[in-house]
């Protein structure tokens, strides 16, 4: 008898094919689906490409686009990889007439026409298991079966990352209430393109952002609503990054505006352009030699026709001096996080108080945890109108693609609309609070009952 070596070549080519055809290995469209979209790796790790891109270059959306809608980048077409398209001829090349012949695409380069691929497309490694789940998943990209984790049929799932216990649940509860008065008169009238929204909540306080991030992932949700964390925090970010989680109007404030990764937007602007406003509101407020602010984080301009100081109690000591020798500061200016401050004033002063937030938010009166709730509630219709316009077949960042067309949208009556550009990754410019000092005839001093000690 013949050893294997002596099979004859139509022999070996059956046991291959049986290899990846037959029983020995399975079909998992979900498998298939985290390998194009790159939640998991290829079994071959760095090998799986001949050119060994590293894992988050090798998955097929970062070229076809999360939908297979395809993409073109620095002039290299990646075509779309639409069933559809696929088994049709393509001008004048021809469909790919079986599974088998798409997979010689993608693992040799054996394009139509049988005429090889451009090396723009590489060449997979790929084990039988995943031939064949990639297939099954090729075979449902783009049409109503392929859907993210976290939306089913009937379900869209939101998570929400909040501070839930300890010193600030308060703040936490009242944003949690803000997304339920959106979302649920939402769901009362049918949902978002026939699905009701289920909002999740996980407490960020006794295990950290990073573990309420992780297990908001593990349910799965689709993205994650109006979650609240005290700065960048790089962990839940890349967890989020990784796992193909939109961080949608995200009430973080970070120090830079750049630190908000691929996946974030965030609702709220960055301490850099608090402090520019604080600079530009200082400017024009009384006399140069007497003006005196309280920096706001390290970033953004400090033009020296102010004077800086860097803590509370620097400035506190400020207005001890300034009311024992009758007034030295004319102007004085501060970030929300000093307010407390405000009332120990000297009442020659003016002040300028800006706010990681429109001004209009916190006008309404009401509970210390209004601002929070209204903020909650203006997330949530954002996130609405994120997923109405992401279509009824998203992907995982449709949300993130519509977010251009969301520029004008206001998320409450009497807040002011949004801004967005290519390179801006929030939604809202800070507001600013100017008091007049109350030796200023007709001056009115405004007082607000919002407490930021409440703060996230
Ligand atoms: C680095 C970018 C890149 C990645 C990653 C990539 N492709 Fe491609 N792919 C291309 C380009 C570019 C072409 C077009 C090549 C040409 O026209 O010669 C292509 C062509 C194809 C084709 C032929 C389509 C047609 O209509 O002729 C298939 C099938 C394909 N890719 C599947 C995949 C799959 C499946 C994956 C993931 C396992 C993947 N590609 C990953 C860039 C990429």
Same mark, same amino acid.
């Given at each position: 008898?013949?050893? #294997? ?5 139509? /022999? ?12 020995v290995?399975?079909?998992d469209?979900?498998q298939?689906r985290?390998l ?11 090998? @799986?490409t001949a050119s060994r ?9 970062n070229? !076809?686009?999360?939908?297979? /809608?395809?993409a073109?980048e620095g ?7 639409l069933?559809a398209?696929l088994?049709?001829p ?9 599974g088998e ?5 993608v ?6 026409? +049988? ?10 490694r790929?084990? #039988? +298991? ?18 993210p984790?976290g939306?089913?049929? +009937?379900?869209?799932?939101i ?11 308060a ?5 949690l =209430?803000?997304?339920?008065?959106s ?5 009362? =009238?049918g ?13 960020t306080?006794?295990r ?9 992932? &593990? &349910?799965?949700?689709?993205a994650?609503?109006?979650s609240?964390w005290p700065?960048?925090e ?7 990054t990784?796992?193909?989680?939109p961080?949608?109007a ?8 750049r ?5 974030d ?9 608090? =402090?520019?406003?604080? *600079?530009?509101?200082m *400017?024009?407020?009384g006399?140069?030699?007497?003006r005196?602010a309280?920096?706001?984080g390290?970033e953004?301009?400090?033009p ?7 803590s509370?109690s620097?400035l ?5 001096k300034?009311a024992?020798t ?24 003016a ?5 990681p937030?429109p001004e ?5 009166g009401?509970?210390a945890?209004?601002?929070w709730?209204?903020? %909650?509630? @203006?997330a949530?219709?954002?996130?609405i109108?994120l997923?109405a +316009?992401a279509g009824?077949?998203? !992907? ?7 977010l251009s ?8 009556? %009497? ?14 410019? #800070? ?9 200023d005839?007709?001056?009115t ?6 407490d930021?000690?409440q %703060?996230?």
């Amino acid at each position: 008898m013949p050893g #294997p070596w002596r099979m004859p070549v139509r /022999a070996v080519a059956l046991l291959l094919a049986g290899l990846t055809m037959g029983g020995v290995a399975s079909a998992d469209p979900a498998q298939g689906r985290a390998l194009y979209q790159g939640t998991a790796g290829f079994e071959a790790g760095i090998e @799986a490409t001949a050119s060994r891109l590293p894992a988050r270059f090798a998955a097929c959306s970062n070229c !076809h686009g999360h939908g297979g /809608a395809g993409a073109s980048e620095g002039g290299v077409i990646a075509p779309p990889l639409l069933w559809a398209k696929l088994t049709a001829p393509s001008g004048t090349n021809s469909a790919f007439r079986s599974g088998e012949e798409v997979l010689r695409a993608v693992t040799i380069g054996m394009g139509r026409n +049988n005429e090889l691929l451009s090396p723009a497309m590489p060449r997979y490694r790929l084990s #039988p +298991n995943e031939a064949r789940s990639l297939l099954a998943y090729l075979e449902v990209l783009g049409t109503r079966a392929d859907l993210p984790p976290g939306i089913s049929a +009937n379900e869209i799932r939101i998570g929400t990352a909040l501070p839930l216990s300890g010193p600030a649940a308060a703040t936490g509860a009242a944003i949690l =209430q803000g997304l339920h008065d959106s979302i649920d008169p939402l769901n009362a =009238q049918g949902g978002i393109h026939g699905r009701t929204v289920m909002l999740i909540s996980a407490d960020t306080v006794p295990r950290g952002p990073a573990v309420a991030v992780r297990e908001l992932a &593990k &349910k799965p949700v689709y993205a994650l609503a109006a979650s609240l964390w005290p700065d960048s925090e790089p962990e839940a970010e890349r967890l989020l990054t990784e796992a193909r989680i939109p961080n949608l109007a995200s009430l973080v404030v970070r120090e830079k505006s750049r630190e908000a990764g691929e996946w974030d937007f965030d609702l709220l602007p960055p301490v850099e352009e608090q =402090q520019k406003l604080l *600079a530009g509101a200082m *400017a024009t407020c009384g006399n140069p030699a007497r003006r005196t602010a309280l920096a706001i984080g390290t970033e953004g301009p400090r033009p020296s026709s102010v004077r800086w100081v860097i803590s509370a109690s620097d400035l506190a000591a400020t207005f001890e001096k300034s009311a024992t020798t009758g007034g030295r500061d004319e102007c004085v200016g501060f970030g929300l996080a000093a307010i407390g401050l405000s009332s120990a004033a000297p009442p020659s002063a003016a002040q300028r108080i800006v706010l990681p937030m429109p001004e209009e938010l916190l006008s309404e009166g009401g509970a210390a945890s209004e601002p929070w709730r209204r903020l %909650g509630e @203006a997330a949530g219709r954002v996130v609405i109108e994120l997923l109405a +316009n992401a279509g009824a077949v998203p !992907h995982e960042r449709s949300t993130l693609d519509a977010l251009s067309a969301l520029s004008g949208f206001e998320p409450l009556p %009497g807040l002011p609309p949004l801004r967005f550009s290519r390179t801006r990754r929030f939604g809202w410019d #800070p507001g600013l609070i100017a008091i007049p000092a109350r030796a200023d005839p007709g001056g009115t001093a405004r007082r607000t009952p919002f407490d930021p000690a409440q %703060g996230g």
